[in-house]
């Protein structure tokens, strides 16, 4: 896969977070903040499970073995989602996501710079940090 490729999907993938935000703040109006957040993770893991059984070519019982620390993500996950449904009511889809992003970067490059969690060594560079404060700049730009 060209790297190209690569790109057109991350931008997909940004995509559908933003309407599955927009969907799910409307939902947790209507069956509850917490219940949609369940309703999310609960359908999702019988789809991914069906797509597991014909496809899935991993190991699943390593997951017994593996160090803990590996395994937080889906608790992030959980958190992740519930605060865009608990946030997007409020702020809307796209200031919830804006703020998202700015996170994302600016963690991001913390880990990345520090090697943490497993993660190639990439040394922050002033083009990177203008790159995240135009990003929190933007944010207050949009509030």
């Given at each position: ?13 940004g995509v559908s977070l933003s309407i599955e935000g927009a969907i799910y703040g409307v939902l947790g109006e209507s069956i ?112």
């Open positions: 896969m060209t790297k190209i490729w690569v790109y057109v999907l991350a931008l997909l993938a509850g903040k917490l219940e949609t957040s369940f309703y999310n993770f609960a359908v999702g893991s019988v789809i991914i499970g069906v797509i597991l059984l014909f496809f899935g070519k991993g190991k699943l019982s390593y997951s017994k073995r593996a160090p803990k620390w590996q395994l937080s993500g889906g608790i992030l996950g959980v958190i992740y989602l519930t605060l865009l449904v608990y946030g997007i009511p409020y702020l809307g889809v796209g200031l919830t996501m804006i703020s998202v992003i700015a996170g994302q970067m600016a963690m991001s490059m913390v880990i990345e710079h520090n090697g943490w969690l497993g993660s190639a060594k990439i040394k922050v560079t002033k083009e990177k940090m203008m790159a995240v404060a135009l990003m929190f700049a933007a944010l207050l730009l949009v509030f």
